[in-house]
């Protein structure tokens, strides 16, 4: 049985992208999850941001150009470190489905850039729980190919766009031991009247 929405809340926990196998979210899973991400807080309704879907053929396709633009922009380093790394830029979408989570703040506004990058950021939140309730497993990451102008060009972003979250989508047979939570109480204060 599914968890609970609290249980699943209270458990919630990454699994690296390696670790997320098929199957990944159906088209009509996709469409209501991409629905679900864009239920979000959203100051003025601007929608700051947008997706990127990479699924099937396309991550291996995306994956040769994030090599090659490695390679291209590291034309110093050892042969060996750069075909080691370009390898695993190759290989950045190994689960089933990611959605790169584009920030896009509209600069002519009242809405500081803050509080729109904030909206994204709860987007990625959205696909992750999302994700979850659908009965699948994420995680959000950035990395290299999220701050590399080349790496960016091929992933379709515009001028003025950043990544906000690459979120990978898939399915864990197991899901890592648990890890240090913050103590929530030593974060707390409780505000009181001065003097
Ligand atoms: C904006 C953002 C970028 C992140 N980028 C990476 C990343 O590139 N690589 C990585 O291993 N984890 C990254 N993380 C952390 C993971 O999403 C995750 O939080 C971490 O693996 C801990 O697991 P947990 O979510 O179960 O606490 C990022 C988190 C955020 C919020």
Redesign the pocket.
Known sequence: MRETLIEALEA?????AAALSEPGPTPSELARLLTIAARVPDHAMLVPWRFIVIEGAARRALGALLAEAYRAGNPQMAPEKREKFAGIMSRLFPAPLAVVVVSRPNRETMIPVVEQELSA?AV?MNL?HGARALGFNG?????WA?NDAQALAHIGLAEGERV???VHIGTASEV?A??P?PDVAALTTRWSPPG
């Open positions: 919630r926990r990454s699994v690296p950021g990625c992750l995680i959000w990451v950035t990395g999220a906000a979250g690459i890592p648990e890890r939570r």
